[in-house]
């Protein structure tokens, strides 16, 4: 790569001068609480990729509660990707009960004139400060007669909502440019599954993953810096194109803002990387996620994602050696733990169980931030079609994680 020991040398100095005039990390200690879960309605579909949006009190009304807003996708069990409609379900009082989910007319799976059926997927729902409205991206799925799947055909879908009257507009696409800072095409550019950072000013930074090569299914990740009017969102600009070779490459990036870095996570077939950067769009060079000691931290193939919970810095994420050999993709428990951010690595030490196993899969979660000291992690149970709990109807299960008020 060219001037790459001059790129190498900076970072050098950067990890020194983290570590040498960065603060002493402290260690938060939290406070893990079940909510009240959804329960699955037919034990032919499951409720999965389900995330949560927070809606501050004064945001709906004068006289109103905080509302909690869940979406979630209605998923069959038998084959792959069999994603449906989407759903959602509401909760006026802090998750100790939730209405009964109802489909959003305007994200139904629908048939386009050409014969495929489309559906809105991989959704992240997000309350938008500057504008009052809820934002949800994600992706689409796109079914050739209904069946077959066409990840060629993918686009990086959101709609809008309004909390005054909780109603949602049309599912809408953001526009791409053609190709990428290195002339490559990008094609099947989606936001499923990522978890974005909206700015003081309205703009949004949206991880976004997308092909570079027609032939190759291994995919790129950025994060675009886009605009939004209160309705539409626009492309502005993306950063660092970061990709590997192996496998799918890297995919559905989830990025977090903490003290003065941005820190962004991406999937990968066989492991995880972690990265940051000071703009939110110049990355440093990836890394594999560890523990402070230096071993793997063997999550793969599934997301991982941040939150900020008195003051520290947390991923969530799954990982092999959790005596979990017999769970797909060892995608249960689920876990948490505190990030070093000046070392990028996870502490071993602080690592603790958010849901344990239960005979299903865990890796779908999503992370809704309620304040500094608080932080909701949703997640639905992947049963699908194996399993001993293969004929039970799922869950969406809510885990509140706050900062204990004691010292740890």
Request: aromatic share 10%; charged share 25%.
């Amino acid at each position: 790569m060219k001037n790459s020991s001059v790129y190498l040398a900076t970072l050098l100095i950067l990890s020194i001068a983290g570590a040498v005039g960065g603060k002493e990390l402290k260690t938060v200690k939290l406070e893990i609480e079940s909510l009240t879960t959804i329960p699955g309605r037919d034990k032919q579909w499951d409720w999965w990729q389900a995330r949560t949006a927070f809606v501050p009190a004064s945001k709906v009304g004068t006289n109103s509660k905080p509302m909690w807003i869940t979406t979630m996708s209605e998923t069959g069990r038998e084959g792959t990707h069999n994603f449906h409609d989407i759903y959602q379900s509401v909760s006026r009082d802090g998750g100790k009960s939730w209405t009964i989910p109802k489909i959003i007319p305007d994200l139904k799976r629908a048939k386009q004139k050409d014969g495929y059926e489309v559906s809105a997927g991989d959704l992240w729902p997000t309350y938008h400060a500057k504008s009052g409205k809820v934002i949800t991206t994600g992706k689409t799925f796109n079914f050739e007669e209904g069946t077959k799947e066409n990840r060629r055909r993918e686009k990086v879908s959101y709609a809008v909502m309004n909390p005054e009257d909780e109603s949602w507009g049309p599912l809408r696409f953001l526009e791409m440019p053609e190709k990428d800072h290195r002339g490559n095409i990008i094609m099947a550019a989606n936001a499923g599954n990522t978890q974005r950072v909206d700015m003081p000013n309205g703009e949004i930074l949206l991880p976004v993953r997308y092909m570079a090569d027609a032939k190759k299914f291994n995919y790129t990740s950025v994060v675009a810096r886009c605009s939004f009017d209160g309705e539409k969102l626009s492309y502005l600009e993306h950063g660092s194109e970061l990709d590997i070779p192996q496998g799918r490459g890297l995919y559905e990036p989830s990025l977090i803002k903490h003290d003065k870095w941005f820190y962004l996570t991406l999937r990968a077939d066989h492991s995880g990387f972690v990265t940051r950067s000071r703009d939110g769009l110049a990355f440093e060079k990836i890394r594999e996620w560890t523990f402070d000691d230096g071993k793997p931290l063997g999550s793969y193939n599934t997301q991982q994602h941040w939150a900020e919970i008195g003051g520290g810095l947390f991923l969530i994420y799954t990982r092999r050696g959790a005596e979990n050999d017999h769970i797909f993709r060892h995608r249960a428990p689920l876990f948490i733990a505190q990030v070093d951010p000046d070392r990028l690595c996870v502490i071993r030490r602080t690592e603790q169980i958010l849901l344990p196993t239960n005979e299903a899969t865990l890796g779908n979660s999503g992370i809704c931030h309620i304040s500094d000291h608080e932080s909701w992690i949703t997640c639905g149970e992947g049963l699908l079609r194996l399993g001993k709990r293969k004929n039970d109807l799922n869950k969406v299960h809510f885990v509140r994680v706050r900062a204990s008020k004691t010292e740890p």
